[in-house]
């Protein structure tokens, strides 16, 4: 009898599973030290106007703005970063980098140190440009720190290089 072969994944460290917060969240398969990799947010890849030409669903985007007005859709050709929940203390958070070829990349990695089993958070700081009211937006992240809203304080506005345009999950 042959074994089912292993998928190999790009997010080796991420398992999927439901979310003790919201849906379906994303948690540590391993201890991992503050600063380590967790993998690229993948997906198909969209210009501001491509955005703004099509109809979303609000309730399910998986639409992460970069810094150069371009926005990467993980609902196609994603991987597990997508899954990470949004919390206002966030054990994670989204980096945007470039690699040789001049590509912005967004990766994702830990802020802190988690362990075995934790659910990872990244802070979505929408910005709540879709016209949505901020009710959308409510957050029950329940960290003493809550802000009660997944959209960004008005001051990361202004330095924050990422937003998600409607991640609303
Ligand atoms: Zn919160």
């Keep these: 009898m042959s074994k089912p072969r292993k998928r190999i994944s790009s997010t080796p460290c991420i398992r999927v599973a439901p979310s003790g917060i919201h849906g379906i969240g994303a948690f540590a398969t391993r201890d991992l030290p503050a600063q380590a990799f967790l ?64 590509r912005l990349l967004l990766k994702f990695q830990t802020l802190v140190a988690v362990s075995a089993g934790d659910e990872l958070f990244i802070d979505y700081s929408l910005t709540g440009d879709d016209g949505s009211p901020p009710s959308a937006y409510l957050c029950r992240c329940g960290s003493p720190a809550c802000r009660g809203s997944m959209l960004a304080p008005a001051a990361s506005l202004e330095q924050g290089p990422l937003r998600l345009a409607t991640d609303v999950r």
């Design 39 to 102: 993998g690229l947010y993948e997906g198909r890849r969209y210009t501001q106007a491509e955005v703004d030409a099509r109809a979303w669903d609000d309730q399910l985007t998986y639409l992460f703005g970069l810094s150069n007005d371009e926005f990467i859709d993980g609902a196609k050709g994603g991987n597990g970063t997508r899954h990470l929940n949004h919390s206002c203390e966030p054990n994670c958070e989204a980096v945007e980098e470039y690699d040789e070829a001049g």
